[in-house]
């Protein structure tokens, strides 16, 4: 199971960017990488083609995950993600507030 998902409020812990918040846009799990919203942007040049206006592109690199750290919803700090098994449900925990990091669907 990966540790992070998209839609994760995450902050960059090294490089570039560091102390940057943002959401996760999207999961590179081969890479151990993800693209995080208005982080590690690079600008790019680029020529008319047939395609596109020439212009300046703004491209999100992914970063690897090893540089970001959740922000646990519940107590609000930048945490590790741990697992733990509720029934035979893996379910994602804050290993500093023991918290849940992904809310069920199921409504009570
Ligand atoms: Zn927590």
Known sequence: MFKYKSGDEVII?????????G????????????VISGVNIYKRHR?????????IYEIARPLPV???AIIC?????PTRVGFTMEGKIKV?????????????????
């Open 13 to 21: 812990t090294a490089g570039r960017d560091k102390g940057k918040k």
């Open 47 to 55: 020529k008319v083609t047939r395609t596109q206006p020439a212009g």
């Open 73 to 77: 919803p519940k107590c609000g700090k």
């Open 92 to 108: 994602r925990i804050c290993k500093k507030c023991q918290g849940r990091l992904t809310q069920p669907k199921e409504q009570k």
């Open 23 to 34: 959401k996760i846009e999207k999961v590179y799990k081969k890479e151990d990488k993800v």
């Open 66 to 68: 090893a540089n970001i």
